[in-house]
Structure formats: C-alpha cells, structure tokens
C-alpha cells in the first residue's frame, strides 16, 4: 500500500505571497493531520481533517488553512507568507480519529 | 538533507551495542505515546506506540517502556545498526484529542 504523499517536495516563495500544498493520505485512511517543523520550534500542530470538517486546530494564525475533499486528499494553503513560514510542512494520515498517524515525506518551504 | 534540530541532544553508539532514548512529558492526561524516526530528508516513521494501562511493549528490535509516576518514556534499541541513525522523537496524544505533542528529539549516531 501506498504511503502517504505530499506535493510539491519543495517550493521557494517571496514575502507576501500564498501556497497551497497538496497531502494524499494512504489508501483508506479518512483522518489528515496537518504539522510546521522548524529548528527552533520542532514540531507543532497546524490542525486535522476528518470527513471533510476540521476537527482540531493547533495555534497558527488565521494565515494558515486548509480543506479536504470527499476522497480524503487535503490541502493546506499559507497566506501572506512570512519569512518564519519558512519550515517542513508535513501531513498524516490515520485511519480514524484514534489510529496512529503515518507520516509523509514532507513539503520544504523556503520563503525569501 | 535538511536538519531537523540544531542543537539536539546526542547518543553515539558503537554498532551492536544497545541504545536507550529517553523523553519526558509534562501532560499527565496524556494516555497515548509513540515513537518515531526521522532521517534526514525524510518524513517521521513511526516506529512503535504504548497506551497508559502498559508499560512495557516490544517490538523488533525495539522495546519502550512507560513510567506514568515519573511522566517518562524511553525507547530501547537492541543491537543498534548504522541505519538507525537518525532523530528519534517521542510522541503524546490524549483521547479526544488528535493533535501529537512532540518532545525535542534526539539524534542517534552509530558508529561502525
């Protein structure tokens, strides 16, 4: 089975601008977790999706959201993009709300 | 590869012997743990979890063990191999909530 997947791997960005990162989560897996990783901060909860709905949000600013369709792909998108947006955004994937997450490879984003 | 930590802390191991890796949590509500594995350029792996009414679990080549009194967790390695240099991060969750709370990490270096 397929492990989960993120598109694009990298992305360079200005100040100002907005991304939109893509997240496929393993086959049948219903429950996408969104996560920032950076040196100073590690890892942090952005927020999670499940059936469509956001489910949970970490503490990020309003700048950050994102959405999931009906066959559980996610999106997460940046706005007004900050140097310290700059990070390893990575998602997860788990069967429900209670299943172990399973990670994928990671977006790096660089902002300029 | 991207560095996830820049002052992590660091256990270096020679090849064969075996590693422990420990972390502290402070949520005593916390009721689910795991472990994972990033190497470099890589998303987290997971690599094995434990629930609060256990403390102990093995796996191949890996045990973890839980102490609920002190808030500790440790990750035991038997007979470490250069691949498993990498950073290891524990992990905690508590029922009801799906955001992972993830400690600092720490960088496994094996030496051949």
């Known amino acids: 089975k397929a492990g989960v997947t993120q598109t694009p791997r990298y992305l360079i960005k200005t100040r100002g601008q907005q991304v939109t990162l893509s997240c496929s989560p393993i086959s049948g897996h219903r429950s996408v977790s969104w996560y920032q990783q950076t040196p100073g901060q590690g890892l942090q909860f952005l927020f999670e999706y499940f059936s469509e709905t956001q489910r949970n949000k970490g503490n990020f600013p309003g700048r950050f959201s994102g959405r999931q369709f009906s066959n559980s792909r996610s999106e997460m998108n940046v706005s007004t993009l900050e140097l310290g947006d700059s990070a390893l955004y990575l998602c997860?994937?788990?069967?429900?709300?209670?299943?172990?997450?399973?990670f994928g490879p990671g977006t790096r984003l660089l902002v300029l | 590869g991207e560095s996830v930590g820049l002052h992590l802390p660091t256990l270096s191991v020679q090849e064969g012997d075996n590693s422990i890796i420990n972390c502290a949590y402070s949520?005593?509500?916390?009721?689910?743990f795991i472990w994972y594995k990033q190497e470099s350029g890589k998303g987290p792996q997971f690599i094995i979890d434990i629930r609060s009414n256990m403390d102990k679990r093995q796996g191949q080549r890996v045990t973890v063990l839980l102490n609920k009194t002190v808030k500790h967790l440790s990750l035991q390695i038997a007979a470490t191999q250069p691949g498993d240099s990498a950073v290891y991060f524990c992990?905690?969750?508590?029922?009801?909530?799906?955001?992972?709370?993830f400690g600092s990490g720490t960088r496994l270096q094996v030496q051949p």
């Open positions: 997860a994937s788990s069967l429900g709300q209670r299943g172990t997450q399973y």
């Open positions: 992990a905690e969750n508590q029922t009801g909530r799906r955001a992972l709370t």
């Open positions: 949520n005593s509500a916390s009721d689910y």
